[in-house]
């Protein structure tokens, strides 16, 4: 049986939401959260940036940020640059978590895919790279450089 570049997608995006659902389950975190927790490694990201790169309606953001905020995970401060949005940021104890959630979730793409040869990796990344710029472009959004924050949360 051949698989299609469309089936072949679908099948990896399945393979990446079950690696993040494995690895919250060991930190007892969803795997939204999970999610949420990598994306914020890299830096405090806004309220409406965590919408779009995690596809959520803002009340679904809304209530993941609040169920992280009472585990202590998060904080909500205001972004300096605009008194009206807010930012979120790991608290120490999200930091402890969301390092453990990302290297975790990291070690599990880089061993699924360490029997491919360094170029292929290269290639399969610029691939990537190229429908997601394509995928901004056409959705009318900037493409920009993603920080490398384990973003397998935004695919």
């Known amino acids: 049986m051949v698989t299609t570049f469309t089936t072949a997608l679908v099948r990896l995006g399945h393979l990446v939401q079950q690696v993040f659902g494995d690895v919250g389950r060991e930190q007892d975190l969803t795997p939204q959260q999970a999610q949420l927790l ?7 990201v ?3 940036e965590l919408t779009r790169t995690l596809h959520l309606e803002k009340s679904s953001l809304t209530g993941l940020v609040d169920r992280a905020e ?7 401060t205001r972004d300096s640059r605009d008194r009206r949005a807010w930012l979120v940021e790991l608290t120490p104890e999200g930091e402890r978590v969301g390092a453990l959630a990302h290297d975790g979730v990291e070690a599990r793409l880089e061993a699924l895919a360490g029997e491919l040869p360094v170029e292929h990796r290269e290639l399969l990344a ?4 190229g429908i997601l710029a394509e995928y901004a472009s056409t959705a009318g ?3 920009r450089p993603q920080p ?3 973003s397998a949360a935004s695919a």
């Open 38 to 44: 990598c994306l914020l490694v890299g830096g405090p």
């Open 46 to 48: 806004g309220m409406t």
């Open 70 to 76: 009472k585990r202590g995970l998060v904080a909500r």
């Open 126 to 129: 610029s691939a990537i790279d």
């Open 141 to 143: 959004r900037t493409a």
């Open 148 to 150: 490398d924050r384990t």
